[in-house]
């Protein structure tokens, strides 16, 4: 039995240690996150927000390639009503920051650090390319699945037989359909930014996305007036 003990001290004293240090690590990181949020949220108010809309082009291909082209149809009808509803809700409701919209088939510029190739569209939703994004600092938005947000749901370390492993605990809204802010590449901010809104399933499309609007403005007006009184 005491050899027993001898044998696992030294593995309680390093799980006791691990633990204890990534505890600090996890704690010493928030208020590295808090600051760059807070420099995020900044630089949007001075700079622009692209907003990224979808237009399920794979799968209208892919019916139309099926022979199921009123199907298709119906679908890209749909879609084009629902992203010019989106642009109109932002237009009329968001005065945060000027936005630009932008179809998913672009994002390859964005991803590759060339947003001067992007082309905007206007607000019958065609493409002009007179239409500039003239800030240098941008976020990009789109409405999506909401992932989780491992910042703000850290749980805990464990020992394991290849080492210390992180566990992650979700939040109660993972999964859903939100509108959410991201960066430059399509990577979800997190807390405290008020990256997401939910977007919720009203019947009529035009009311969702004015909610949406409204409420995204309303969110970030208000963190950027916490974090002005925070540097002050």
Do not use: W
Request: proline share 3%; glycine share 4%; with cysteine.
């Amino acid at each position: 039995m005491y050899l027993r003990f001898y044998l696992l001290f030294p593995l309680l004293i390093f799980i006791y240690a691990e633990g204890f240090s990534q505890g600090k690590t996890s704690d010493s990181r928030k208020p590295s996150i808090d600051n760059l949020m807070q420099d995020r949220i900044r630089q949007l108010k001075n700079g622009a927000l692209l907003v990224r809309l979808q237009t399920k082009e794979y799968a209208i291909n892919a019916l139309r390639k099926a022979g199921n082209e009123k199907i298709a149809n119906r679908v890209e009808s749909e879609q084009f009503v629902f992203n010019k509803a989106l642009i109109a809700a932002f237009r009329s409701n968001f005065t945060f920051c000027p936005v630009y919209f932008f179809q998913s088939q672009h994002s390859e510029h964005l991803l590759n650090d060339h947003p001067e190739a992007v082309v905007f569209m206007d607000d019958n939703m065609k493409p002009d390319s007179s239409v500039k994004c003239i800030s240098n600092f941008f976020l990009t938005a789109d409405i999506g699945t909401l992932e989780q947000d491992t910042a703000t749901y850290f749980d805990r370390s464990y020992y394991a037989y290849n080492g210390i492993q992180k566990t992650y605990s979700g939040g109660p809204d993972i999964g859903i359909e939100v509108f959410k802010i991201m960066d430059n590449h399509f990577v979800q901010l997190c807390d405290p930014f008020p990256y997401y809104v939910r977007t919720f399933n009203y019947i009529y499309v035009k009311r969702k996305l004015t909610n949406v609007a409204k409420r995204m403005n309303k969110k970030l007006t208000k963190y950027y007036a916490e974090t002005a009184e925070i540097k002050t």
